[in-house]
Nanobody, 114 residues
Framework: QVQLVESGGGLVQPGGSLRLSCAASRSIFSISSMGWYRQAPGKQRELVAAITNGGTTNYADSVKGRFTISRDSAKNTVYLQMNSLKPEDTAVYYC????????WGQGTQVTVSS
């Protein structure tokens, strides 16, 4: 089954940008939907953004206009471009593949702080 590895997290100042990557171990062409989720301390995991294999996207209201999800099927990779970051964006960010077994990556920490 597919394995997912996230990268690109780190510490950034408010207003800064980061690009997260989610690399899959095999082709994601047939996976109907890929998504980014996040979980802050003491909070439930929430959907940040998702993209279908047809390119349809949806975003959480809190990130609309600031984050952009994209997928490169040739590279088996999904990206999350995060701009105008805020302290409340601080969380562990996870990649998910909507397969019958619902695959998750290990997560990457994003910390927004001055």
């Amino acid at each position: 089954q597919v394995q997912l590895v996230e990268s690109g997290g780190g510490l950034v100042q408010p207003g800064g940008s980061l690009r997260l990557s989610c690399a899959a171990s095999r082709s994601i062409f047939s996976i109907s939907s890929m998504g980014w989720y996040r979980q802050a301390p003491g909070k439930q995991r929430e959907l940040v953004a998702a993209i279908t294999n047809g390119g349809t996207t949806n975003y959480a209201d809190s990130v609309k206009g600031r984050f952009t999800i994209s997928r490169d099927s040739a590279k088996n990779t999904v990206y999350l471009q995060m701009n105008s970051l805020k302290p409340e964006d601080t969380a562990v960010y996870y990649c998910r593949a909507a397969t019958p077994t619902n695959i998750w990556g290990q997560g990457t920490q994003v910390t927004v702080s001055s």
